[in-house]
């Protein structure tokens, strides 16, 4: 298998930031998170890469009505569930195959390892809250690993 680079995106609240379209550029799809904001933050993220996105609690919005709120695709040959408050995960992952949960909304950056399954959360990209800093994910995956990096985006 080649190695894949997936672009991971949460919370932009409505603005899609030059600093995060920058980081994106070359993966070869992106998840986001959640809490999307408006349509033309994806419209953005499409013409970096395809595009599998979840609706978040602020996306209430008739236009995003047609995202899901979770989420199962294949990437890499490595299954990805996304959802937005991992408090509310209601699957046992590494049951259900899953190799990476995506979640989003704490705004707070980081991910762990737990019954091989990578949890990832990318932080936020949109407005800055509080002292969070603003930041998207990459993932790189290969035959082997999954070697997540938290891209801190300077402005």
Known sequence: ??????GIIS???GLLRPEAVQCLAGVSHIIHGGDIGRPEVL??????APVT??????DV???ANSYPETVTVRLGGRSFYVLHDLKTLRITPAACGIDVVISGHSHQPGFNTKDRVLYLN???AGPRR??????VATLDISARE???VIHELRM
Do not use: E
């Not at 996105?53 to 602020?58: S, W």
């Not at 509080?130 to 930041?135: A, D, I, K």
């Open 11 to 13: 919370d932009t609240h």
């Open 122 to 124: 990318p932080g936020s």
């Open 130 to 135: 509080f002292r969070l800093p603003v930041t």
């Open 61 to 63: 919005s008739d236009w």
């Open 53 to 58: 996105a979840i609706r978040g609690n602020i």
């Open 43 to 48: 419209d953005g993220l499409r013409r970096i």
């Open 146 to 148: 999954l070697c997540p």
């Open 1 to 6: 298998m080649a190695h894949t680079r997936i």
